[in-house]
């Protein structure tokens, strides 16, 4: 049977890896799951080490820059949920075999800018020009952080009757890369203005400030219970994946989801469903009932939109999307459908 396009789903994780890992180790707090962004191992004097991995991108229709900017955000936005910053960085990088050595020079210049600018040294890897390497994924990352054990959060640490909040608006990267790959389709369909807008949302995919200012800098702020970054499945499958990956059910309201005008406009353009699309730069963030004013309220001191969208609840509940005053299951979308969108479009000819 023809795999899906996207990660892989829930069944294939559980059936083929999680059991699998190799070695167990006592050390190993957190190994692979389900719906959890980064894998957790103790160390003496009660510290541990953070480690979270993800593609590379090389996407000649975005730019070396751009590419660059993804590569290294969409890594540091998984790292984020723990509430701090990668401190290390470790790349594998697969390049086409006659990508010229100037555009390799060009893409790691800027992944050494965007790395000092986090705070990340980049401690090794493997660089190789391969044959027949034609993907926009050229590789791997892996990065590092070590903090205290006891304030370190993981997607698996929300509870039932927290409060589900939503950073930014659905499907940032999703409409952001679509109008920078198809200009003149989105300019002639929704419009100057939109697509403008939309390519400029595009340095709006990291979530890394979105997390430091929910739980602070100093980590002062201890209402704040898990978070997970958005990816393929867009936000609706980043809710589903929390709450599974932490034994929870959930309440959605539809309706309260944050879609804004510019991110909705592109969508349309490519018959897109901007809740199921992978949508880089918004962060889930769970909190204690009663505190997500608070938590919203540090957000918005840095301009940074936040909005309460539903609660977890108990396991037996089931997780459930209220749409149009209808509760529904909702139902885990393993195949983001971004990408078929993207390549139809591509196919189509598409400007």
Request: charged share 15%; with cysteine.
């Amino acid at each position: 049977m023809e795999q899906q396009l996207g990660k892989i789903d829930q069944h294939l994780v559980d059936e083929f890896i999680q059991q699998k890992c190799g070695h167990s180790r006592q050390e190993v707090r957190v190994g692979s799951q389900f719906g959890v962004d980064v894998s957790l191992i103790d160390l003496p004097n009660g510290l541990c080490i953070a480690m979270s991995s993800d593609p590379l991108s090389l996407i000649p229709s975005l730019g070396l820059e751009e590419s660059a900017w993804l590569s290294v955000q969409l890594l540091a936005n998984d790292m984020a949920t723990t509430g701090y910053a990668p401190q290390y960085a470790q790349f594998v990088l697969n390049l086409p075999a006659h990508f010229p050595k100037k555009d390799f020079q060009t893409y790691w210049d800027y992944i050494h800018r965007y790395c000092e600018a986090i705070g990340i040294a980049i401690t090794g890897g493997h660089t190789g020009f391969i044959e027949g390497q034609n993907s926009t994924i050229a590789g791997g990352g892996t990065f590092i952080s070590i903090a205290p054990k006891d304030k370190l959060l993981v997607s698996k640490y929300a509870q039932a009757g927290d409060s589900i909040l939503v950073t930014k608006s659905c499907a940032i990267s999703s409409a952001a890369i679509l109008a920078m790959s198809y200009p003149e389709t989105v300019k002639n369909k929704a419009g100057q203005q939109h697509y403008q807008d939309a390519c400029q949302s595009f340095y709006q995919t990291s979530s890394l400030l979105d997390a430091l200012t929910a739980v602070g800098y100093l980590h002062e702020h201890t209402d704040v219970t898990a978070m997970h970054d958005v990816t393929e499945g867009g936000v609706l499958g980043a809710i589903y994946e929390l709450a599974t990956a932490s034994g929870n059910g959930a309440t959605i309201h539809s309706e309260k989801l944050p879609i804004a005008a510019v991110q909705a406009s592109v969508c349309d353009v490519f018959s897109l469903d901007p809740r199921h699309c992978v949508g880089a730069g918004s962060m889930i963030i769970t909190c204690n009932a009663g505190s997500a004013p608070a938590v919203i309220e540090r957000l918005a001191q840095k301009n940074i939109a936040c909005t309460e969208v539903g609660q977890l609840t108990a396991k037996e509940q089931g997780i459930q999307l209220i749409e149009v005053g209808k509760t529904k299951w909702l139902n885990y979308q393993a195949e983001d459908p971004y990408w078929v969108a993207f390549f139809k479009a591509y196919h189509l000819g598409w400007k």
